[in-house]
């Protein structure tokens, strides 16, 4: 939907007029004749812009102004007025209003008044939204004391401070490239600049630089009205480029003299924008090899790696997959409404034995998916998914005692299958499957060692 503006204005031809006009320009419109009807539409929805009469029949129109000044969105106000009361409206400037337009009035100018405010508004409350994020700097899954993980965060607390100095961050899918690039973000003296993220493989070429430098209005087809890239966005702060070893070759000598001059035209413009910010980018990819094979400019590879940071993958951090398991499951209980209960020991070798080809992301998933099982009971083995019961090997430390003493084969069976049974909690299904064998073969087994077995 596009964005709403309404219309405050008792004469009925302007209003339903410039209404129908703006209409079919593409904008949500609602209309009030009076200051009542205004004050209850803006109780009832949000509007980017407001365009108001000064004159109403049943209140000032500062009093209103007063009243949008004072609401926690803010649209911003164009003030329509006669020329007689052309003092009144620089007062209404002086009282917060974004602009003025004189009636009698063209309907093209009031269009690219209002498209220039509706920009503006659009931006106001994109760089408001950006500040929140990084006021609150919450780094989700950096926790871990394993040796590996604390050297990376040693280099990340240093090249954070390190000014605009570009970062490139390596890692596989899932180990948490874009958290430390947050980290980076937050740890710098920009940390009160705006934090912005572009995914490099989320947009078709055309579009990915459109949105990365913006456009003027007319740069193509689609192209209505001026719009601020994020290049633009990001002034001041950080540009986070995800997966930037997807970035089209068209597009990279573009960015790298945005690197090295700070400056860029939107597409279509004439006009030298010059811009502060500093670049991070995250990429699973090989750009070394990328580079040989002609696939990644050299120039822009060095030119992002002066700060290099590699994450360690999850299955090289053993130690700190129980810590970040039981914060997931802190995060997640409130979420999904139980109490969190923990998580049961045999659970822990399972995990550890576990791959994890997915990283901290999948060990997340798999905590949210056994906290919804588990109903807020402690996250026991049966709550895990196939792929890590079935496949991990079982540590021997988590096994039956063996001795030197000779047993019978049979007797070794029966105490391996309780263990496992108790793994499980009892649940043969499952059971079952991390032994490799079908329910009825368990069975079977259990009644001819003598174990007593559920009808």
């Not at 490139?168 to 934090?195: D, M």
Request: one cysteine or more; proline letters at 5%; a negative charge.
């Amino acid at each position: 939907m596009s964005d709403p503006i309404l219309i405050v204005e008792d004469d009925n031809t302007i209003r339903v007029t410039v209404g129908n006009f703006l209409a079919r320009q593409g904008f949500d419109v609602e209309l009030a004749e009076n200051g009542k009807q205004a004050l209850a539409l803006l109780k009832e929805r949000m509007f980017s812009l407001i365009l108001l009469d000064l004159q109403l029949p049943d209140m000032n129109g500062l009093d209103i102004l007063a009243k949008v000044r004072e609401s926690d969105d803010q649209p911003l106000v164009v003030i329509m007025t006669a020329y007689p009361e052309v003092r009144t409206a620089v007062a209404a400037l002086k009282a917060g209003a974004y602009d003025y337009i004189n009636k009698p009035f063209d309907l093209e100018d009031l269009l690219e008044l209002i498209r220039r405010a509706v920009e503006t508004q659009r931006l106001r409350r994109e760089v408001a939204w950006r500040r929140a994020q990084s006021a609150t700097c919450e780094i989700e899954g950096l926790i871990g004391s394993s040796a590996p993980f604390k050297n990376m965060l040693d280099m990340t607390a240093k090249i954070a401070s390190a000014g605009k100095v570009p970062v490139l961050i390596r890692g596989e899918s899932g180990t948490g490239k874009e958290g430390v690039a947050q980290a980076i973000h937050c740890r710098s003296p920009r940390a009160e600049g705006p934090w912005v993220t572009l995914n490099c493989s989320a947009l078709p070429e055309g579009l990915l630089e459109s949105e990365m430098f913006g456009h003027e209005r007319g740069a193509f087809t689609d192209a209505k009205q001026m719009k601020r890239g994020l290049l633009e966005l990001a002034d001041g702060g950080t540009l986070f480029l995800d997966e930037i070893g997807d970035l089209a070759l068209a597009l990279q000598p573009k960015l790298l003299r945005v690197l090295e001059t700070q400056t860029f035209r939107r597409l279509g413009g004439q006009k030298e924008i010059r811009v502060d910010v500093r670049f991070v980018s995250a990429t699973h990819r090989d750009l070394p090899a990328m580079v040989q094979a002609g696939q990644f400019r050299e120039d822009l590879y060095y030119r992002l790696n002066v700060g290099a940071i590699e994450l360690p993958a999850l299955r090289e951090r053993q130690e700190d997959i129980m810590p970040l398991a039981r914060h997931f499951l802190e995060k997640t209980a409130p979420v999904i409404g139980i109490d969190s209960t923990g998580i049961d020991p045999a659970v822990a070798p399972l995990l550890k034995a576990y791959r994890w080809p997915g990283n901290v992301r999948e060990l997340r998933n798999v905590i949210e998916r056994a906290a919804i099982l588990s109903m807020g009971q402690v996250i026991s083995v049966q709550h895990l998914p196939k792929e890590i019961i079935g496949n991990s090997p079982l540590q021997m430390s988590e096994s039956p005692e063996f001795t030197t003493t000779i047993r019978p084969l049979a007797a070794f069976e029966v105490d391996y299958i309780r263990h496992v049974l108790h793994l499980c909690q009892g649940n043969k299904t499952q059971a079952a499957e991390l032994l490799g064998i079908t329910r009825l073969t368990l069975r079977n087994k259990l009644r001819d060692h003598g174990e007593t077995v559920d009808a």
